[in-house]
C-alpha cells in the first residue's frame, strides 16, 4: 500500500504543514508581511532595483523599504492582504489618518503597494517540478494627498510587475528635475 491510501483505496487527505508556522511564534499576519516585502523585493531583482528594507522598529514613517534607482531613492509601503479574492480585480486599502499625515508631509513622492494572497497560507506558492507558482497578485501606485485622504483604490491599471518599477523610476527623476527647476 502506498503512502496516503487506505486499504480501500481511496486517497488520504494530508492538510498541508503550511497551514502552520514552522515557528511558532510567527503569526499568519507577520508571514503575510514578509511575503509583502519579498514579493516587491522579488520584483525590484528583476528590474535590477536596489532594495533597502527598513528595520520593523525604524517604520516611524510609515515606509516599509527604499527602492534605489541610482540618482534618487523612492520610498514605499507594503501591505499584504488575504481578504480580498486573488485576481487582477480591484481592491481598497482603507489608510490609516497616521500614514496620510506621514506621507503627505513627505518631501518625497511616496509609493503603496497591496499584494493579494488567498486567505489560505498554504495556497500563496505551488511547487512543480520546473517552476514556483506564486498566486498572488500585486498593485501599486503613488500616493497623492489631494485624493487618497481615508483609502486607495487599486485597479487592473495599477497592477505591479518589474516593468512598472521602470516608470516609478522615470516619475520620481521627472520629480526630482522639476525639484531643481529642470525641464521634463
Do not use: Q
Given at each position: 500500500m502506498t503512502a496516503g491510501a487506505t486499504a480501500s483505496g481511496a486517497e488520504a487527505v494530508v492538510a498541508s504543514r503550511l497551514l502552520t508556522s514552522a515557528n511558532p511564534r510567527f503569526t499568519d499576519n507577520g508571514r503575510r508581511g514578509r511575503y509583502g516585502v519579498a514579493f516587491l523585493r522579488s520584483l525590484a531583482a528583476h528590474a535590477g532595483v536596489?532594495?533597502?528594507e527598513n528595520s520593523?522598529?525604524?517604520?516611524v514613517d510609515a515606509v516599509d523599504v527604499a527602492l534605489r534607482f541610482g540618482r534618487a531613492s523612492l520610498p514605499v509601503q507594503v501591505k499584504c492582504s488575504g481578504t480580498f479574492k486573488v485576481g487582477p480585480g480591484r481592491a481598497t486599502l482603507q489608510?490609516?489618518?497616521?500614514?496620510?499625515?506621514?506621507w503627505s508631509s513627505s518631501f518625497e513622492p511616496v509609493y503603496v503597494v497591496l499584494v493579494k494572497v488567498p486567505s489560505v497560507v498554504?495556497?500563496?506558492i505551488e511547487g512543480q517540478p520546473s517552476s514556483t507558482i506564486h498566486k498572488s497578485v500585486?498593485?501599486?501606485?503613488?500616493?497623492?494627498?489631494a485624493v487618497h485622504t481615508t483609502s486607495m483604490q487599486f485597479?487592473?491599471?495599477?497592477l505591479l510587475s518589474a516593468e512598472v518599477l521602470y516608470d516609478w523610476r522615470d516619475e520620481l527623476?521627472?520629480?526630482h528635475e522639476r525639484a531643481?527647476?529642470?525641464a521634463t
Open positions: 536596489g532594495f533597502t520593523p522598529d525604524e517604520d489608510l490609516e489618518p497616521a500614514w496620510v499625515e506621514k498554504g495556497d500563496w500585486a498593485f501599486g501606485k503613488r500616493f497623492d494627498p485597479t487592473k491599471a495599477d527623476y521627472a520629480f531643481r527647476g529642470g
